[in-house]
């Protein structure tokens, strides 16, 4: 029987993932690969797919062909689009004669496969065995849904770029799955093709790059706040004596924002280029070779300090670490790394200390397991010694978090001898209540009297 392999991607970064993985024979031989190309933006319509995104054309020959799942699904939207139980056998039938499958064998691989569009493909193929590969540093986060053992008992493998060294990620670990490193070797060659596609000359003596996140569009940080971490970038790297510096806005990003650094690089004494053409902030390593990369929480941090040994500073971690919410929010774990593991672009930000492998293991099994307690029931006993040993870590938590789970840091010192039971809890609301009915009692007294 022919074999068929579809792999699902929606950014350039995780094709780019997908084509060193398979340069370096990490998926067996198939008769035919497809690449299914998916547009998540908020409105596709504005955004251009990865596969019309300059150098692809160096991705293009490890597959097949290409195919658009915004196209295959229209008119529904990539994010919110699932099929119904009930009509999976007639849409398995549907792209069978669409794509011209017949009766191949399927195997595919998918990212993010906690949501859709990964989760709604591997629904529509029952019986295929899945591959997860990892777009970036969400992968060592804990798996945020939980998945049918329908889809979990398919998957094989966890694909993953070695991005921060001897750290195993998280994510399905709890079903079991083992996890694979993407050689490191095969993805530098594929980003050396991606670079040659660029037609900007390589600098010489380079700038300082500033990497935006559009993180208003998370609604995490308003427009505002988001602006104000930008212009402080941009000050950040002035201070540091830099008077050349290339700003990459995120693709969706709003376009009155480089106007207002441009403004302020002006006053500033500092040479602005804005990067307006949607391309991999890696392309821009090699082309440009920054004196240093700045940003919030990008993969690409990693990615620049990792693979191109290039300096790096980090900025605005602090105010994330407070504002993301819910505290199981898949944003957590990239934050946290990020502050743990580089510098701070100035003062205003406390700085990291070395940390050993173990440490940051340490670290990140016990934010896992206060984001996802259910899942991970096996990480207590880590989260509780991490805790215990390192104070100074718990500002990676929130008390509240640590509270409801009864972690050291959760409860002043002289209570911590209350047990974690259903009646102290009992206990407490019934306590709230009543205080609350009692100051409701007073108020009204005080208003009588008035």
Not at 407 to 416: D, E, I, K, N, T
Request: charged letters at 25%.
């Amino acid at each position: 029987m022919a074999r068929t392999q579809i792999f699902l991607a929606s950014t350039l970064y995780g094709a780019a993932t997908l084509a060193a993985a398979l340069d370096a024979d990490r998926f067996p031989p198939a008769d035919r690969r497809i690449l299914l190309v998916s547009n998540n933006a908020p409105v596709p319509e504005t955004t251009a797919p990865l596969d019309r995104m300059p150098g692809f054309t160096a991705l293009r020959d490890r597959f097949d062909q290409v195919l658009s799942w915004n196209e295959t699904i229209s008119p529904f939207h990539p994010s919110g689009w699932s099929p119904r139980p009930d009509d999976v056998p007639l849409w398995e039938r549907h792209l069978r004669l669409l794509w011209r499958l017949g009766d191949d064998e399927i195997e595919l691989a998918v990212e993010s496969i906690q949501v859709e569009p990964a989760l709604a493909l591997v629904q529509l193929f029952p019986a295929a065995p899945i591959d997860v590969y990892a777009d970036g540093l969400m992968s060592y986060g804990p798996t945020r849904n939980k998945l049918e053992l329908l889809v979990t008992s398919r998957i094989r493998r966890l694909l993953h770029l070695d991005l921060v060294p001897g750290l195993a990620p998280l994510l399905l670990s709890e079903h079991r799955v083992r996890p694979e490193v993407v050689p490191t070797g095969a993805f530098r060659a594929v980003l050396e093709q991606l670079a040659a596609c660029d037609d900007r000359p390589v600098a010489a003596d380079g700038p300082a790059l500033l990497l935006g996140q559009y993180l208003s569009a998370l609604e995490i940080l308003t427009t505002e706040e988001e602006e104000r971490l930008h212009l402080r970038m941009l000050r950040g790297i002035a201070a540091r004596g830099h008077r050349s510096a290339v700003f990459k806005p995120h693709p969706t990003a709003p376009a009155h924002w480089p106007h207002l650094l441009e403004k302020e690089a002006a006053e500033l004494g500092v040479e602005l280029t804005v990067c307006d053409t949607p391309v991999l902030a890696e392309v821009l390593f090699q082309r440009l070779r920054p004196a240093l990369v700045v940003g919030c929480f990008s993969t690409a941090l990693l990615t620049a300090s990792r693979f191109f040994d290039l300096p790096v500073a980090r900025t605005g971690t602090g105010l994330l670490l407070e504002r993301l919410s819910p505290f199981q929010n898949s944003n957590r774990v990239p934050v946290t790394l990020v502050d743990a593991l580089l510098p701070p672009l100035d003062d205003r930000e406390p700085a990291g200390r070395p940390r050993s492998t173990a440490e940051i293991t340490g670290l990140l099994r016990a934010v896992g397991y206060c984001m996802q307690s259910k899942a991970y029931p096996h990480l207590r006993d880590e989260a509780v010694r991490q805790l215990s040993e390192h104070p100074e870590d718990r500002r990676y938590f929130k008390r509240r978090r640590l509270t409801s789970l009864a972690l050291p840091g959760g409860v002043p010192s002289q209570l911590a001898f209350l047990p974690r039971s259903r009646t102290v809890r009992r206990v407490v609301r019934r306590a709230r209540v009543l205080t609350s009915r009692s100051t409701d009692r007073a108020a009204d007294r005080q208003a009588a009297t008035s």
